[in-house]
Nanobody
């Protein structure tokens, strides 16, 4: 079993930055592909960013490309999402997810097996 715990959310002004963390525990969680998704009120969950198990490949949604950076520290079993130049439309609950595959980048929610509880990000204008 794998457990994911997000942290780092909060309230920030437009143009500001936040760094989200997702700590993974469980069997060999450190080497699996992971991703970040978000869900705003009244909207469906959407893909934000993904990273392969060894960190060699990443992929971003067009809406965050150039502003957000996904990275991982497998020694710490943690994946990060550095969010810069935040906009009010980035306001959402952010979730990390894990799939027990290694050298892939996964962008669809249905392909992930484990999810965290989410962390709220609010960007004020």
């Amino acid at each position: 079993q794998v457990q994911l715990v997000e942290s780092g959310g909060g309230l920030v002004q437009a143009g500001g930055s936040l760094r989200l963390s997702c700590a993974a525990s469980g069997r060999t969680a450190s080497s699996y592909a992971m991703g970040w998704f978000r869900q705003a009120p009244g909207k469906e969950r959407e893909f934000v960013a993904a990273i392969s198990g060894r960190g060699g490949a990443t992929y971003y949604a067009d809406s965050v490309n150039g502003r957000f950076t996904i990275s991982r520290d497998n020694a710490q079993n943690t994946v990060y999402l550095q969010m810069n130049s935040l906009k009010p439309e980035d306001t959402a609950v952010y979730y990390c997810a894990l799939t027990p595959r290694i050298d892939v980048v996964v962008v669809t929610a249905e392909e992930y097996d484990y999810w965290g509880q989410g962390t709220q990000v609010t960007v004020s204008s």
